[in-house]
């Protein structure tokens, strides 16, 4: 990135003063008319406010302000986005819809059928109960080399739902989750397990991926209205390893 230079003059009485602040903290500050300083490369918001003779900052409110003056946002931004990145997985297990169990509440539609290319068409309805929900589960036996799931999926109408990841033990259950959001297009979502959300009562914030004992993809008036229905083309659920 080039080397940035801010110039600024001001028709002010003399000895009005004009202070550069970045990231609203004062950076320079000099009552001549007019001036030019050299800010080089170092990332920022910037802005210039003018203060008349006897003003005093920060307690008065300035005179004049500027408005906001962006400098090597782009580059700061490109490289925070590329140090939050993931690895990509090293390996991809796809989970069977042979093994998929069907669960709902009483009332609820629940149904899967094979999709023309190979997939499947899940299919719900829920009745007017707010604890109605309907959902697909994949029995796991542990999951601790495993640390994402992929889910490739559209949906006829906009809708989200369900990722949760399960586990049962003396009797309590605990469940972490995400939502995503589907629609008409199909997408491939990667889903971390050390990002899944407590969903109720949990021992602990994040699921311990070797005590896991189920996957599901879950329809629940949470997400959807009751008495509502829908479709779900899910092409693909796999598993990542890194």
């Known amino acids: 990135m080039a ?9 002010a009485p003399v000895g009005t003063t004009m202070v550069v602040l970045r990231d609203g903290e004062p950076l320079y500050d000099t009552t001549d008319a007019e001036f030019h300083l050299a800010v080089g490369t170092v990332p920022g ?16 409110v300035p005179w004049l302000v500027s408005n906001p003056i962006y400098v090597g946002l782009r580059a ?3 490289a925070a986005l590329a140090a939050a990145q993931r690895p990509r997985a090293a390996f991809f297990e796809p989970l069977s819809f042979a093994d998929v169990l069907l669960e709902s509440a009483p009332g609820s539609a629940n149904a899967l059928a094979p999709a023309a290319d190979g997939g499947r068409v899940w299919t ?37 739902v369900w990722v949760q990841a399960r586990t049962s033990q003396a009797g309590f259950e605990e469940r ?4 995503v959001f589907l629609d008409e297009t199909e997408r491939t979502y990667e889903l971390h397990f050390d990002e899944f959300e407590p969903i109720g009562e949990t021992r602990t914030p994040r699921p311990r991926r070797e005590d896991l004992q189920a996957l599901l993809l879950a329809v629940d008036w949470v997400n959807a209205k009751p008495g509502s229905s829908g479709e779900v083309t899910i ?8």
């Open 235 to 242: 092409a693909e659920v796999r598993l990542g390893a890194p």
């Open 76 to 78: 700061a931004h490109d």
């Open 45 to 60: 918001v910037y802005r210039i406010e003018a203060y008349l003779p006897g003003m005093q900052r920060p307690a008065d």
């Open 3 to 11: 080397e940035v230079g801010l110039h600024a003059r001001v028709a």
């Open 124 to 160: 719900y309805r829920l009745p007017d109960d707010t604890g109605a929900y309907a959902a697909l589960r994949w029995p796991v036996n542990g999951l601790a080399l495993r640390d994402r799931m992929d889910l490739r999926a559209s949906a006829r109408a906009p809708m989200r």
């Open 176 to 179: 972490w989750g995400q939502t």
